[in-house]
């Protein structure tokens, strides 16, 4: 799917919520850069945020002002996210430009400067050209609407070739509840919290401290579960709304059938973001089981996602199973009996009993590497532990479009 097309097979519309996207010069001319999302009061907010010790000024400002605004009580009232310019590693500048903006956001829309959340996503290390950035805010007011989601997904967008965005429709104790989301990544993912950016807003009522836990808790069986360059982003960011103009969720069992229609909506936009991974090719699903801990199978499929060796295997097609054990092999387990590791490429049996699995041949592996989609499963013997990661193959485009992204 290209940008420009239909990224939502039904608009999704949630009660309360609006988005206004619009170009304010800042990425190439004439290409959607500048979103405005308007979060009704009364709602609830949620976000999680890059550990990356160089965290860009807009995120730092983000984290202040919600944490600011939660301890009244009161949620934030409006997002203002730009792409082209990350305002990161712009030090003092960078922190009065991303103020600038939500001052800016906040005089047109009547509401105080702690009630914006700035987010940046682009070029790090360039100063925000400010004057076309607030110069476009008031026509990103203008174009808000409540079916405003295909234009933001486009709108956030930088190396990405395709919109991502994800929607559900429950019903909970005889009342509909509608999730939407879209997200932005395609390069520098190993979100150590998040995604580049995503958004996620639900029409349901939350309290502010449970909303927190489902975003937290989601996060961690999905955008902390991908990787495809294994470099974290100065400014990852990924907030959920509720709005509470829709059902109350206040039992326990509504509340896990939200949290699983919440977990579909994040995965999905997850595995988006692999399915466009900067030059990707294959999508990969690795699998580690029998684990002493999540933690454990987390190590062991991270590290096989992260290597070289491996991934420019997976984009080669080429079945040589003797990296995906060496990776295996150096993921920090203490006592590894490789006696008890099995692996599986699809079908296949790669690995048992420390070598080689007898009946394996160069041409089932082959067959199996040649598929966009390729599942791998890796076994421990050493508990019941399990995790999923998703990533991508490494191509000489990833090259290419790093060394040409400021061109």
């Not at 709602?43 to 160089?54: D, K, M, P």
């Not at 229609?261 to 294959?282: N, P, S």
């Not at 199996?368 to 013997?381: D, F, N, T, Y």
């Amino acid at each position: 799917m290209a940008v420009g097309e239909t990224v939502f097979p039904q608009m999704p519309v949630i009660k309360g919520l609006r988005l206004g996207t619009t170009s304010a010069g800042i990425k190439k001319p004439g290409r959607r850069d500048l979103v405005v999302i308007d979060v009704p009061e009364g709602a609830s907010v949620a976000g999680t945020f890059t550990r990356n010790a160089f965290c860009a000024a807009p995120v730092q400002v983000a984290k202040r002002h919600l944490a600011a605004r939660c301890e009244r009580g009161l949620a934030p009232r409006y997002f203002v996210i730009n792409t082209g310019n990350a305002n990161a590693g712009t030090g003092a500048a960078g922190m009065r430009d991303a103020k600038a903006s939500c001052d800016e956001l906040a005089r047109l829309a009547g509401v105080e400067g702690e009630a914006v959340l700035p987010f940046s996503t682009g070029v790090i290390g360039e100063p925000m050209p400010m004057e076309r950035l607030l110069g476009a805010l008031p026509q990103a007011l203008e174009a808000l609407r409540e079916d405003g989601w295909e234009d933001a997904a486009e709108g956030i967008l930088t190396t990405d070739t395709r919109p991502k965005g994800a929607t559900r429709s429950l019903t909970i104790d005889g009342e509909t509840v509608t999730l939407a989301g879209i997200s932005k990544g395609s390069g520098m993912i190993q979100p150590n919290m998040a995604t580049m950016l995503g958004f996620v807003a639900t029409d349901a009522a939350i309290p502010q401290p449970r909303l927190e836990a489902l975003l937290r808790e989601g996060v961690s069986r999905s955008f902390n579960c991908i990787t495809v360059d294994s470099d974290t982003s100065t400014n990852d960011a990924c907030m959920l709304v509720a709005t509470g103009q829709g059902a109350t969720l206040e039992s326990d069992e509504a509340l896990e059938a939200f949290r699983a229609a919440l977990d579909e909506v994040l995965i999905e936009l997850a595995q988006a973001i692999i399915r466009d991974g900067e030059g990707a090719t294959k999508f990969v699903t690795l699998d580690v089981e029998e684990a002493a801990s999540r933690q454990e199978a987390l190590d062991v499929a991270f590290t096989v996602a992260h290597s070289p060796l491996v991934k420019t295997a997976l984009y080669a097609s080429d079945a040589n199973w003797g990296r995906i054990l060496a990776a295996v092999g150096r993921a920090p387990v203490a006592d590894f009996d490789v006696d008890r590791v099995v692996i599986d490429l699809g079908d296949v049996r790669l690995v048992e009993q420390g070598g080689r699995a007898d009946g394996y041949t160069e041409a089932a592996g082959s067959a199996v590497m040649a598929g966009e989609e390729i599942p791998i499963r890796i076994r421990l013997g050493r508990g019941e532990a399990q995790a999923t990661v998703w990533t991508s193959d490494l191509s000489h485009d990833y090259v290419s479009i790093n060394a040409d992204y400021r061109s």
